[in-house]
């Protein structure tokens, strides 16, 4: 026997609509929810069924609600989900009583929407968490890169932790930058805080120190691990005429004589410095 | 969503062209600075093979939009001579009318996406994409 | 086609490309400056490319063969300004520039030019 689709929505909407009472007290029994939110997803579905349209967003905007909230509350997302799936059992007790053809076919329909909604909440969830790494990533790359002024025309790039491409290439288009707004003709890259440096991120170093003597500037590499080394040079990668310097202290002084600076110590108590030419 | 433009590449000014119009959907786009002066400056490389080698030809940019992020993809096609041997053409410093050979080896390094469709007599064809990050 | 003007400043000769270059603006301005270079008995030339927002291997090779060609006239070439995307994308395309010197801006390429002289006596 077959029953007309329409026929059969008709009768489930019925059932829902008629049996507020009851599906609700049973609904908060299976979910463990608070009846106050359940009332209102209540309310925005009823409607969402009876209006012609079929128009959702009210319920979906519930929804995204209720899957923040409950996160914050320390529940899990399948819980959330969990929480919207019920509410089929509820009405299945409701469909069950009445028995006919209808109500039981229509239920099938209804459990279909209930489904998506509750897969719904799912993926509200993971869409929040998406951005919250997100988020996370571009500060994180914000932070890692400040671009410091040693001296009059010297600036340096601390690197620390791990490199990897993308954020090479930041600290990269930053130093760059850096030199042009500042007109420094010296920038020292300090890798003494980098534990490990791959082929790319030694090409993207690479890259750099060439940009910036396209540019009239000088590169120093500094800080350099006896690690860090060893792989440069079993990967194969040709540092060539880069200049490179044990510490960043070395890469400074050898950046202060090259710009013209003289430095001078004097006994082991204070260091004379002077501008050799303006 | 915008729509594929068509652009001639008969002069010298038509390249310039070329480049702007790269350079102005790079930005719209929201591409790095970076990456709009790499797609830009392929654009300029790839029109000038079009018009050093095959005399002219014509670009068809278009903005691709849907994915998880947006992209720019340039399809160069002339109806020139075409490359006999692809992999030398895609090979540094090799150049057949006097340059430096940068043009499709260099362009191939400024791009995400690199395709080459070439055959001797029946023209050239390039599609180069570059994706935002 | 436009015409990249040349400015003389005492015996420096300092071009500002303001305008995007096609190719043959580009030769234009490769024998413009060798023409004036002689007639003014110029020492120094100094490209200013801080508007330039591309420099392809054309324009890159210009820069290259206006070195060479002043250094025989007995003037050295500075290109000053150079961005720094302009700066990432010519690595990446391979283009080295050999044999041109440059600078962060205009006035540290004066100072550079007048320190090569000074060095050369």
């Keep these: 026997m077959t029953v007309p689709a329409d026929a059969a929505r008709r009768r489930i909407v019925e059932l829902f609509l008629s049996s507020e009472e009851r599906l609700l007290q049973r609904w908060t029994q299976l979910s463990g929810a608070s009846p106050d939110d359940l009332r209102d997803l209540y309310e925005a579905l009823r409607t969402a069924l009876s209006s012609d349209d079929g128009d959702f967003a009210d319920v979906r905007g519930l929804l995204a ?3 923040r909230a409950r996160v914050r509350q320390g529940h899990t997302p399948s819980d959330t989900a969990r929480l919207v799936f019920s509410l089929k059992e509820a009405l299945y007790e409701a469909a069950e009583a009445d028995g006919g053809p209808e109500a039981l076919r229509g239920f099938v329909w209804f459990s279909r ?7 719904f909440t799912f993926e509200t969830y993971t869409a929040a968490r998406e951005r919250i790494i997100l988020d996370q990533a571009e500060q994180l790359l914000e932070l890692s890169t400040p671009v410091v002024k040693l001296w009059e025309g010297i600036v340096a790039v601390p690197l620390v932790g791990t490199l990897d491409s993308a954020r090479t290439q930041v600290v990269m288009e930053k130093l760059l930058q850096t030199l042009v707004d500042t007109g420094s003709e010296h920038a020292v890259i300090d890798i003494t ?3 490990a440096v791959d082929t790319q991120v030694a090409q993207h170093l690479l890259k750099t ?6 540019m009239g500037a000088e590169c120093v590499i500094s800080g350099i691990r006896p690690q860090i080394a060893h792989t440069i040079v079993t990967l194969g990668i040709e ?22 600076v003289e430095i001078t110590g004097a006994a082991k108590t204070r260091v004379a410095v002077r501008a050799e030419r303006a | 969503m915008s729509a594929p433009r068509e652009l001639p590449i008969a002069t010298n000014g038509d390249v310039v062209v070329v480049r702007q119009q790269t350079r102005t959907l790079a930005a719209e786009i929201g591409l790095s600075l970076v990456d709009q002066t790499k797609i830009v400056t392929a654009a300029s490389e790839l029109a000038r093979n079009a018009l050093v080698h095959a005399g002219g030809g014509r670009v068809v940019i278009e903005v691709l939009e849907g994915g998880r992020r947006p992209g720019l993809r340039l399809v160069f096609t002339d109806e020139g001579p075409g490359i006999p041997d692809i992999e030398q053409a895609l090979t540094e410093g090799w150049s057949t009318a006097g ?5 499709l080896s260099g362009s191939r390094r400024l791009v995400d996406e690199f395709d080459l469709v070439s055959a001797p007599g029946e023209g050239t064809s390039v599609t180069v994409t570059k994706w935002g990050r | 086609m436009q015409r990249v003007p040349i400015l003389k400043l005492g015996d420096i000769l300092i071009v500002s490309i303001q305008i995007d270059l096609d190719d043959q603006s580009v030769l234009a301005l490769q024998e413009d400056l060798a023409d004036m270079v002689v ?9 200013d490319i801080t508007a330039v927002e591309i420099v392809d291997s054309f324009i890159g090779r210009m820069f290259s063969t206006i070195a060479a060609i002043t250094r025989m006239l007995d003037a050295e070439t500075v290109v000053v300004g150079m961005r720094p995307a302009v700066a990432i994308t010519l690595v990446e395309l391979g283009l080295s520039l050999g044999g041109v010197r440059t600078a962060l801006n205009l006035e540290k390429g004066v100072a550079m030019l ?8």
């Design chain 1, 65 to 67: 609600e209720l899957s």
């Design chain 1, 113 to 119: 929407l209930v489904d998506d909604l509750g897969l």
């Design chain 1, 193 to 195: 805080g980098v534990p």
């Design chain 1, 209 to 214: 120190v060439v940009a910036a003597r396209l």
């Design chain 1, 239 to 260: 540092f060539g005429d880069i200049v490179t310097k044990a510490s960043l202290a070395d890469a400074l002084s050898y950046a202060l004589k090259r710009s013209g």
């Design chain 2, 99 to 103: 340059g430096l050979g940068l043009g």
């Design chain 3, 39 to 47: 007639s003014t008995g110029a020492r120094g030339v100094i490209i």
């Design chain 3, 114 to 121: 007048e320190h090569v002289r000074g060095g050369a006596g």
